[in-house]
């Protein structure tokens, strides 16, 4: 609510009560347990894992729910959806919500990150307490809002910027200057965030066996640190090289994490290709080729497979209604 003063408050952390009178709402309904002991109480979309899974928990299920109000805050609706309860609970028990990045491209890494860590499928690898996602939101909100010290020199500059003779050139000079200044201080920042934050993230996501949103977040750190040493131990952890091959060549090649149903497919090239870096998180992979039928599949592939190859069908080879199935 908001109160008269314009402060807006929190007075539901998702634990809703229906009355009779306002009739069923699916959103607020509790959800039944999976096993024959009672019910869970709580609004579906809030609930963290533990509690889908019946097992003990206190102040991680909140920190979870606040996880998920930042991220419908941020990006505009709920991270983990489906269209019946059941899809639902999948999603929060297994799916990675998608990349606050892709949603909202202007929103600091920080922030993704903050919201990330409190959405961790573990209790023990979440934020331990509300203090901690104060601190952090704290400290993120400080550097955004940090004002620009401008040096005595710069005003002395101004001062004799005023002659019309230095005036016009001094001008274009400075524009040029200040153009390449601020992208080298942008890259240099985006460079510490790499090595203190991203890298460490991406370790832990490893830890962890999320290798999609580890994969994800150390080609965003390779942008600014390629060939980091602690970049280089993580990439194989996370990520492996594969061959694509295609009958015919000459086909689009996209991928996405097996578990993110929702998430956009990414090119990965046109086949054949030599060496594809792929996530070691399962896989969805999309093949398009004009006048081939679109396949669309999710290969288990081996430790060692060097080689993946996909056969495409000329459009209207198999009968109207049917879909070729592999094996």
Known sequence: MITPAGRVKLLDFGLAVRHEEAGPAEATRSLQSLTEGGAVAGTLHYLAPEVLRGEPSEESRD????????????????????????????????????SLHKVRPELPMDVERIVAHALDKSPDSRYRSAGEIHKDLTACHAALSAPIQIPSTAR???????????AVPAVLILLLLGGLGYRALRFSARKSWATEQALPEVSRLADAEN??????????????????????????RIAREIAVQTEPAGAQ?????????????????????????????????????????????????????GTVTFTLHKEGSLPAGMVRVPG
């Open 156 to 166: 002395v500059l101004v001062h004799r910027l005023k002659r019309p003779s230095v």
């Open 63 to 98: 920190l979870w729910a606040m996880g998920v109000l930042l991220y419908e805050m941020l990006a505009g609706r709920l991270p983990f959806e489906g269209e019946v309860g059941t899809a639902v609970l999948a999603s929060i028990l297994q799916a990675t919500p998608e």
């Open 253 to 305: 090649v996209y991928l996405k994490p097996y578990s993110e149903v929702n998430a956009e497919w990414q090119l990965v090239g046109l086949s054949p290709i030599a060496a594809a870096r792929i996530s070691r998180a399962y896989l969805r992979w999309k093949i398009v080729k004009p006048g081939y039928q679109t396949s669309e599949v999710a290969p288990v592939l081996a430790l060692n497979q």
């Open 211 to 236: 290798f999609a949103g580890a994969f994800r977040l150390a080609l965003e750190a390779e942008r600014y640190v390629p060939g980091h040493p602690a970049l280089a131990r993580l990439l194989p």
